[in-house]
């Protein structure tokens, strides 16, 4: 059963404009270690640009999809994406043990020269009855 849907959309530029203001900042608060170190092994600076603004629209997508479910507990760097062996993007919830609730996060993101955009659904699982409940 759907239970939370989120969206976000960040233009590039902008975002551009906020990390020459206050990059330190905004990474520290933003990305996870693990995302600010594969972050910084991008050589490219629009690969490194559109990176944070994934990792940014995402969690607030995950954010607004989850939020009423989880209250306090929420903060950006307790959502984690990333791109795993088979290249797929994923999100990690930790510290949120959303799995325990029986909810699983489902997630799109697009990306052109100057906008990237995220999607997030939450979708409780049904129990599932079996003679023991």
């Known amino acids: 059963m759907l ?5 976000d959309m960040i233009e590039l530029a902008s975002l551009d404009k906020m990390l020459k203001r206050n990059e330190i900042w905004i990474i520290e608060k933003v990305l996870s270690k693990k995302e ?16 944070i603004a994934k990792c940014f629209v995402i969690k607030e997508a995950a954010y607004k999809a989850i939020n009423h479910l989880v ?3 929420f903060n950006f760097l307790n959502i984690e994406f990333f791109i795993d062996d088979n290249g797929e993007t994923n ?16 997630h ?9 955009i995220a999607f997030v659904t939450a979708e409780k699982l049904k129990e599932v009855k079996t003679s023991e409940n």
């Open 36 to 51: 600010r170190d594969y972050c910084m092994g991008l050589q490219d600076s629009e690969l490194r640009l559109v990176w």
């Open 3 to 7: 239970v939370g849907i989120g969206v």
């Open 91 to 106: 999100i990690y919830t930790s510290k949120i043990n959303l799995k325990e609730e029986g909810i699983i996060l489902h």
């Open 108 to 116: 799109s993101i697009s990306y052109t020269s100057k906008n990237v």
């Open 71 to 73: 209250y306090e507990k």
